[in-house]
Each structure stands twice: as structure tokens, then as C-alpha cells.
T-cell receptor
Framework: EAGVTQFPSHSVIEKGQTVTLRCDPI?????LYWYRRVMGKEIKFLLH????????ESGMPNNRFLAERTGGTYSTLKVQPAELEDSGVYFC??????????FGQGTRLTVV | SQKIEQNSEALNIQEGKTATLTCNYT??????LQWYRQDPGRGPVFLLL?????KEKRKERLKVTFDTTLKQSLFHITASQPADSATYLC??????????????FGQGTILTVHP
């Protein structure tokens, strides 16, 4: 069974540009989460999808961040326009009916 | 506000010894705690979940305890091996909920097991 896949693994963009991160959850997992770890800080929750609906987006930093999960399968997280402080590692996780959440390998975003 | 702390940034031990990692929390009474392992360049991998009404949980060489009076969880790796070297994270439900995937993480403890 394939795990959670994130693409790209690394992205370097200039300040002001747009970047879109993608997450493919484990097939059949209704719950999908986005997290972020900025340098020197702990991993922090961004938002939670149940199927295609946003259940909780309380962790989203500001309106430059937009997450979507059309059709309830893969999800994208777009940052537009990117700022220097957006640099970090973005993790996606998915969960089925069990308690365990499965994380992807993360996307390292560097804004220069 | 709620806070979760792992009391060591790094822990170095000799192979064969027991590693003990600590997770403390304040201003909150979580319904459960989770422990994850993270290797460099990888995402966290779930290890164990312990609920507030459980004192201890075991899985192979791993043992987790949960003391709601001390507001503390201890994570033990017995007969440690160099392959156990990784960052270990504790986590609990965000904002007083029970949702298993919405978590607050500690900053992690880097464990190094020396041969």
C-alpha cells in the first residue's frame, strides 16, 4: 500500500512568487491534515479536511495560504505571494477510521 | 495557553542501555498522548498512543507511561540500538479536542545511541 506522497520534495522560490504543494493521501483516508515546521520551531497544525470539506483551518497563518481538496482525494496548498517567513517544511498527513495518522515525507520550501 | 515540552533537546546513550525521554504539558488535560519517531528528511512515524485512563502502554522494546497528576509522559526504549537513533516527538490533541490527527507537537528530542 502506498503511503502519503508529497510533491515536490524541495522548492526554492523568490519572494512574491506563487508555489503550490501537493499531497496524495493514502487511498480511502477521508481525513487529511497539513502541518508546517519552520526553522527552530515545533511542527504546527495548519488545517484539516474531511473528504473535500475544510473541517478546521484555524492554523492557517494568513490569507496568502489556500488549501483545496477537490473531489476528496489529493490536496493542494498554495502560497501566494510567498514571503520569507513562509520557509519551512510542510507536512501532509492522512488518517482513516483508526487513530493513527500517516505523514508524508514533507516538502521543504525555501523562499529567497 | 496550553504548552507541551520535551525536556531534552538531545540525549546520548550507549547501546544496550534504556533511553528515557520526557514530555511535560501545562494548562491542559489531554485525553491522550502520542509518540512519534522522525528520521532526517522524513515525516513523523506514529509509534504509540496512550489514553488518560491508561498508566502504561508497551510495544516490543517501547514503553510509554502517562501520569496525569504530574502532567507528564515518559517514553522508554529498552535495549537500545544504534538504529533507534532519531528524533522522538510527543503530541497531544489540539485545543482540547479528541481528534486523532489534529495535534500539538513538542519540539522533539534527538536520541543518539552509540555503539
Amino acid at each position: 500500500e502506498a503511503g502519503v506522497t508529497q510533491f515536490p520534495s524541495h522548492s526554492v522560490i523568490e519572494k512574491g512568487q506563487t508555489v503550490t504543494l501537493r499531497c496524495d493521501p493514502i487511498s480511502g483516508h477521508d481525513n487529511l491534515y497539513w502541518y508546517r515546521r519552520v526553522m527552530g520551531k515545533e511542527i504546527k497544525f495548519l488545517l484539516h479536511f474531511v473528504k473535500e470539506s475544510k473541517q478546521d483551518e484555524s492554523g492557517m497563518p494568513n490569507n496568502r495560504f489556500l488549501a483545496e481538496r477537490t473531489g476528496g482525494t489529493y490536496s493542494t496548498l498554495k502560497v501566494q505571494p510567498a514571503e520569507l517567513e513562509d520557509s519551512g517544511v510542510y507536512f501532509c498527513a492522512s488518517r482513516g477510521s483508526a487513530t493513527e495518522a500517516f505523514f508524508g515525507q514533507g516538502t521543504r520550501l525555501t523562499v529567497v | 495557553s496550553q504548552k507541551i515540552e520535551q525536556n531534552s533537546e538531545a540525549l546520548n546513550i550507549q547501546e544496550g542501555k534504556t533511553a528515557t525521554l520526557t514530555c511535560n504539558y501545562t494548562n491542559y488535560s489531554p485525553a491522550y498522548l502520542q509518540w512519534y519517531r522522525q528520521d532526517p528528511g522524513r515525516g513523523p512515524v506514529f509509534l504509540l498512543l496512550i489514553r488518560e485512563n491508561e498508566k502504561e502502554k508497551r510495544k516490543e522494546r517501547l514503553k510509554v507511561t502517562f501520569d496525569t497528576t504530574l502532567k507528564q509522559s515518559l517514553f522508554h526504549i529498552t535495549a537500545s540500538q544504534p538504529a533507534d537513533s532519531a528524533t522522538y516527538l510527543c503530541a497531544y490533541p489540539l485545543a482540547g479536542g479528541t481528534s486523532y490527527g489534529k495535534l500539538t507537537f513538542g519540539q522533539g528530542t534527538i536520541l543518539t545511541v552509540h555503539p
